[in-house]
């Protein structure tokens, strides 16, 4: 087996797979030239590999045939590999009684690197929502779904799982550590995150980790505008957002019973 240190990636690969990462995370689309100087590959090269991305529907060109942008298959892909998870899968039926409960916004959300990644969501019933996407990353230090599984870690684990500085997303983000670790420390007392206004302005969010016999890198969030979110209903989403977890844990240990609708609803 070959080592990580000496591991060699297969350029073309490694290359196809850059601009894919690439296009996907910009929101509007490329020129071949944009993508050769940002990317640092050759006009020539990246043309071959745009050309054989288009061909199995990874790449999509717009009408000029100049412009390119991500395609199709990513989505499809994407999606299987959300269909596929069995904690996510295990997660659905509660992320569908939390918004039936609230008729807010509900997240599922995956820790990986120092982001957080949208796996799934409900949408609000409300008029006045919030914008979001499955697919979507956001610094975890800047959103309750983050600080929620961070919370799982101590604090030197949280130092190196986090890229430093830490980016400010409002005037309201924590990005110096003692901030953040005094609201992981918080969150480990109250068994869920929060946050406000510290990824988008005018938003709110609590959120609790999803139990995993692995190390917790998943978690399930509340998120609302602040216009509505008085302590009384931040209290009330907790206490919600508390037993989605606990139903959670009885169902990996296999000791869910049911014990009213909530838990007739999982089986």
Not at 27 to 43: V, W
């Amino acid at each position: 087996m070959t080592s990580e240190s000496t591991f060699q990636p297969v350029k073309s690969a490694d290359r196809a797979l850059a601009v894919l990462e690439r296009l996907a995370a910009t929101r509007s689309r490329r020129t071949l030239s944009e993508l050769s100087r940002e990317l640092n590959i050759p006009i020539s090269s990246l043309h071959s590999i745009l050309r054989t991305l288009q061909r199995r529907m990874w790449v999509e060109a717009d009408e000029t045939g100049t412009r390119f942008g991500i395609g199709v298959q990513a989505l499809t892909v994407g999606s299987a590999y959300v269909q596929t998870d069995d904690v996510v899968a295990r997660a659905q039926p509660v992320l569908d009684w939390l918004n039936e409960q609230t008729g807010e916004t509900v997240h599922y959300g995956r820790l990986e690197g120092s982001h957080i990644v949208y796996l799934a969501k409900r949408e609000s019933h409300y008029q006045l929502r919030i914008y979001s996407a499955v697919g979507r990353r956001i610094p975890a230090h800047a959103t309750a779904l983050g600080k929620a599984i961070l919370a799982e870690y101590g604090d030197d684990e949280v130092r190196g799982l986090l890229t430093w500085p830490l980016p400010t997303l409002t005037s309201k983000t924590r990005s110096d550590a003692a901030a953040l670790l005094r609201d992981l420390a918080t969150a480990r007392r109250l068994g869920y995150a929060t946050e406000k206004e510290e990824s988008d302005t005018g938003l709110g969010c609590l959120a609790v980790a999803v139990p995993d016999w692995r190390r917790v890198r998943d978690a399930i969030s509340l998120a609302v505008p602040t216009a509505r979110l008085g302590r009384e209903r931040r209290a009330e989403l907790a206490e919600l957002l508390l037993t989605a977890r606990n139903t959670l844990r009885e169902r990996m240990t296999g000791q869910a019973r049911e014990d009213g609708g909530f838990l007739r609803i999982l089986e």
